[in-house]
């Protein structure tokens, strides 16, 4: 199995290439040269076993099935819920996908867990270590921090908005006592932290010294991981299915499209990517234009996102794998802060199964005190702006599957002020409350970022 570059000038390379990459040299994000035909769960199969059998597909001779078998079994051993991806029903025709039931009661756990296992034996192969830079918009950080807390091979430095993610997700970070993790608290948005992870990797020379590495939605691995649970709905379930996606960075709407181009949905593909007031991505599905806007604070930080880095993965899909027009696009965006797709990009669009809807902040508060009258449940506000947009949908003869992408817990404050109730604790982020926070605050520049690394780097070597 071989992966290129969305831009089209970087050399292929093989999983492990493309995965200790994270961004490919040119700019570009890895893709698989074609994508893997997989046969749908077994009855009988576990979740991590049909983890291990996909995954299989992306990694070639890079992890061995019988490798990765092990690799998955102790990454969803982690899992409160046995099943990783439970399905609950709350209303005649939808369900909610939990994907919360990791150790940071998000659903970045599922594909962190999972890659933080992948990187060690990776590394123990080459003998090489790593410097693993992230940028978080609240829970990607968390289920980093817990994957590779202690981890042999790796360091991580973690960088978030300072002041824009809520404190239960920040403890999850900046806990751990690990001596590899350091947190940065960026003086600014998730964009300028995610642009200065972008620039950082632009630099190769910095890249090789330091041996960069990122794990953001950007690495493949992270969306391979991801396409596992539509797999295993779509078994549970049967039928046609309609899936409505909290996004920000889509790299969990990106995995429902890798899943069903794998054959995996056989029932086709529909997905709506919900996105809060921060509605880049509509405007995009919705006028053709890519353009910039400046992230405004919502009640679902995790999704304050004006720049969705995945969208260019689908991109390359939908111009028919131009990495030319692909290239093109980006530089004419970068330049002038906005850039049309091209034309048969547009009306490939349409036809993906693919859309996007924005919903405003006083929609998704309402939805969760609505949510909670009529089930006795709480939800976190990211997956309330998904069940918001699903009771819009028109009524079809499908079956609508909404993910649940953070337990209400992560949220308490948001939570509280919406429906007048605490959100309960489970035991995990209880023990939070009793460890010291390690966090730095840091000027929001590539300058001061990676004079931190380096830093690092000379202490840890
Ligand atoms: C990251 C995140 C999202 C957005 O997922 P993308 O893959 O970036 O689209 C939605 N909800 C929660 C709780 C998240 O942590």
Redesign the pocket.
Known sequence: MKYISTRGQAPSTDFAGACLAGLAPDGGLYVPESFPQIDPPAKGETYHEVAARILSAFTGDAIPLDDLKPLCARAYGSFAHQCVAPLTQWRQDAWLMELHHGPTL???DIAMQIIAQIYDYLLDKSGQRMMIVCAT????GGAAAAAFAGAKNTDLVILHPHGRISPVQRMFMTTTGASNIVNLALDGDFDDCQAIVKDMFGDREFVNRVNLSGVN?INWARVAAQSVYYATVQAALGGALRFVV????????LAGYVAARCGLLSGGFEAVCAVNANDALARLFNTGVMSRASAVATPSP??DISVPSNFERLLFEMTGRDADAVRTTYDTYKQAGEAPLPEEAVSRLKCSGLSAASVSNDETMGEMARFEQETGWQI?P?TAVGTFHARRLPDADVKTVVLA??AAAKFPETVEEATGRKPVMPARAEALYQHDEVFERTEASIAAVRARIEQHVGRSR
């Open positions: 998000a659903f970045k918009s609240g829970d990607t939605s909290p996004s920000g960075n889509m790299g969990d709407a995790a999704m976190c990211h992408t953070a």
